[in-house]
């Protein structure tokens, strides 16, 4: 086929213009709307009624105008530029956030912050994975004592529904995520209370670690989602991703465990691990040095499979050209 705008011709059949980018249905929809804008000038002149539009052509201009806008060249999707972006945001997001988990003073205290919120975040979705209400906080996350099922059944419903509606729609990553958190919240339900008030505890940092790598994960959301649309949104939750994932990282790898009391909130998620519910230094240590390093490799995972599709995509659309 060939371009209306710039007259490229086409051997294969696409959406947009390989040569001048534009969207084929929203050009000809613009097109038509002048055109009708044009007709409907020309019938008001003719009828002697100036600023009256014909019938006729205003359903026409209706219609047309209940598409969507024309795309601007810059709101284009470039693979070249994605691919960029896709080499070199992840590595230096994991960098930057290891430098300011290494830094002192106001740096230092900026990502402690990141992590702070991520880790009550934590605390609270492992809450509720229990049955158990939540509400994160500064510092501190009020959570229930006891099992709720209103709780656990519509949880588990949410993910039945959405891995259903998922699947529909044929968005195997949303029907992974969905059935991982189902057979997770199964696995918790068959706990015992102690097991499961332990692994509240244990979701501060352990649950730091897996929210920070989502959203780290969602940079990697297809150009068709609004993660990538809204472009402050996709660069704010990588770099919060990484800032929380490095600085609760870093504090496990060095062995940097805050022991003690939090004054005026209650003994530290280390201290409460060793000493209430028995776990040993090293099996404390190794469990989320194990959970880090397996985040590690879900965003290693995800980094190859990044680049390698949109590697795809640049060499399809030179081979169309």
């Given at each position: 086929m060939r371009c209306p705008k710039c007259q490229f011709d086409h051997e294969l059949q696409t959406t947009e213009c390989l040569k001048c980018g534009i969207v084929f249905a929203r050009y000809q929809a613009a097109m038509e709307a002048k055109q009708a804008a044009g007709e409907a000038k020309q019938a008001a002149v003719g009828t002697g009624r100036v600023g009256?539009?014909?019938?006729?052509?205003?359903?026409?201009?209706?219609?047309?105008?209940?598409?969507?806008?024309?795309?601007?060249?810059?709101?284009?999707?470039?693979?070249?530029?994605?691919?960029?972006?896709?080499?070199?945001?992840?590595?230096?997001?994991?960098?930057?956030?290891?430098?300011?988990?290494?830094?002192?003073?106001?740096?230092?205290?900026?990502g402690g912050e990141f992590a702070m919120v991520v880790h009550e975040c934590g605390h609270a979705t492992t809450a509720w994975l229990t049955g158990r209400w939540a509400i994160p906080s500064f510092w501190v996350t009020y959570h229930g004592d006891e099992r709720h099922w209103w709780i656990v059944l519509p949880l588990a419903g949410t993910m039945v529904f959405g891995g259903y509606?998922?699947?529909?729609?044929?968005?195997?990553?949303?029907?992974?995520?969905?059935?991982?958190?189902l057979l997770l919240l199964l696995i918790i339900q068959g706990q015992s209370s102690f097991t499961q008030n332990a692994l509240i505890v244990f979701g501060g940092d352990g649950g730091a670690l897996v929210l920070a790598t989502i959203l780290m994960a969602t940079f990697y959301a297809p150009h068709t989602s609004a993660f990538y649309k809204n472009w402050g949104m996709r660069w704010a939750l990588l770099v919060i991703g990484a800032l929380a994932f490095m600085h609760v990282y870093h504090e496990w790898s060095t062995n940097n465990m805050p022991f003690g009391e939090i004054e005026g909130v209650?003994?530290?998620?280390?201290?409460?691990?060793?000493?209430?519910?028995?776990?040993?230094?090293?099996?404390?240590?190794?469990?989320?040095l194990l959970l880090s390093r397996v985040c590690f490799l879900t965003l290693f995972g995800l980094f190859v499979w990044g680049l390698v599709s949109v590697y795809r995509e640049t060499q399809l659309k030179r081979l169309q050209r």
């Open positions: 009256v539009v014909a019938p006729a052509a205003s359903v026409r201009l209706a219609q047309l105008a209940a598409l969507p806008p024309v795309e601007a060249p810059w709101e284009r999707y470039d693979p070249r530029g994605e691919l960029k972006c896709r080499a070199l945001a992840l590595p230096l997001a994991l960098l930057a956030g290891l430098w300011v988990a290494t830094s002192r003073g106001l740096i230092s205290l900026l509606k998922a699947w529909k729609t044929q968005r195997w990553g949303w029907v992974s995520a969905a059935g991982a958190v209650n003994l530290s998620d280390p201290t409460l691990l060793t000493e209430m519910y028995g776990w040993s230094l090293q099996e404390m240590v190794g469990r989320y």
